[in-house]
């Protein structure tokens, strides 16, 4: 039963602005969930789940992780203004970026949490991202530069 009202409360959230708990509470007993005030709260601490400021200007229940969509149009301007270039070799990625800037867009491609990235490492001005094959490599790069295309026309 836990686990089941754990997936609705995920559902219910991402698909309603929730603000408090009696509105969560209302939404859940609305599907037949019989909860109590005190089950919401261990459930909002069992998922982690945090208040974040909404489209509308509201506080409202997440999960605290971003969509993609928003993941890339907010790195867009970082991989914009950073990157100088994009190449692979084998299941390596190397990213140049101007001095001083490849943390940041390191950051911002973690935060992306890419498919078939395994990890990445920065220095200076240069990204190394370590992907689990060739093809997944190309597929960052070339998704990379779509990116960039996407930013600079």
Same mark, same amino acid.
């Given at each position: ?10 559902? /219910? ?10 509105? /969560?509470?209302?939404? !859940? ?17 069992? !998922?982690?789940? $945090?208040?974040? !400021? ?40 190397? $990213? ?12 911002? $491609? ?19 991202? !370590? ?18 295309? $996407?930013?600079?026309?």
């Amino acid at each position: 039963m836990k686990k089941r009202r754990h997936a609705r409360i995920l559902d /219910l959230i991402n698909n309603h602005d929730i603000e408090t708990q009696e509105e /969560l509470q209302a939404y !859940l007993q609305k599907d037949g969930f019989e909860v109590t005030q005190a089950t919401i709260s261990r459930d909002i601490k069992e !998922l982690r789940l $945090v208040k974040e !400021l909404s489209d509308r200007g509201r506080y409202v229940y997440s999960t605290g992780k971003k969509s993609t969509t928003d993941a890339i149009r907010r790195a867009g301007g970082i991989f914009s203004e950073s990157i100088i270039s994009v190449d692979y070799a084998m299941n390596t990625v190397c $990213v140049k970026c101007f001095p001083g800037m490849a943390s940041a867009v390191c950051t911002a $491609v973690d935060a992306m949490e890419w498919n078939g990235v395994v990890g990445t490492i920065s220095g200076d001005d240069t990204i190394f991202v !370590l992907c689990k094959t060739e093809e997944f490599a190309k597929v960052f790069t070339k998704n990379l530069e779509k990116i960039l295309n $996407v930013k600079n026309s």
